[in-house]
């Protein structure tokens, strides 16, 4: 039935369907042999065995040499614990975030790294009329952003360069940054001051601060950050905003079971 319904689809959407229908047998299977996979399905042994390679080959599927079974990896495990960590991350920040909105009543945002990029993973609309677009899921820059300073600045250089070998540095407005090699310095300064911040490097008219959430491992786990237009921005706010996100990364990073917070 599901390979009939497939049929009906667009090649690319079957070809989904068809892969999901494979691991979801397999996930029901400590181990289970090719004929029998495709005959519970009801897909032809080639095509299976064609998807059951490739899954194989990126890691997500193993096969016994004695028995040609097929069987699921931990890499899906890993996948799935990367997601709850954000679930719980976003959990434990949700009231922080909260409060910092009431007392500044500023957009105020979640970010956590995802390749060579990062995503809003959760927000706080700011309370005037004037602000900020943003929108949970959007990916936005590294090099060009305070959330993304902060996810680089905690890591070795060899690690920065190795995320961002293959960025293309846009010049979304005149003071942004254009190569990784005028990044390092500023993300060691990032380090040094325990905040970073976007003077208009994103998008003109909005300044950004931000500072690290650590995990119980020391590692940064997101960025938590606040925005505003550079007419409400002056440096004696941006003093006490960094004073507050720093609080407010301390008590979520104490909940996430890191307890040395370093500002």
Known sequence: ????????????????VKVFTILQMLSAEKSIGITDLSQRIMMSKSTVYRFLQTMKTL?????????????????????GASALQHTDLISL?????????????????????????????????????????????????????AIGKVLLAWRESEEVLAIMA????????????????????????????GFAE???EQEEGIRCLAVPVFDRFGAVAAGLSISLPTLRFSEQKAEEYVRLLHAGARRVSAAMGFHHYPF
């Open 1 to 16: 039935m599901a390979a009939t319904e497939s049929q009906k689809q667009p090649d690319s959407v079957a070809s989904v």
């Open 59 to 79: 890691g997500y599927v193993a096969q016994e040499e004695d028995t040609e079974k097929y069987s699921l990896t931990l890499k899906f495990f890993e996948l």
């Open 93 to 145: 920040a949700n009231t922080e975030m909260c409060e910092l909105a009431k007392l500044t009543k500023e957009a105020i945002h979640l970010g956590a790294l995802d390749g060579d990029s990062f995503i809003y993973i959760h927000k706080i609309d700011a309370q005037y009329t004037l602000r900020m677009y943003s929108r949970i899921g959007r990916r936005n820059p590294l090099y060009s952003t």
């Open 166 to 193: 293959a960025v293309d540095y846009q010049g979304s407005t005149p003071r942004t940054v254009s190569s990784t090699q005028a990044l390092l310095p500023i993300l060691a300064h990032v380090r040094q001051q």
């Open 198 to 200: 976007d003077n208009e």
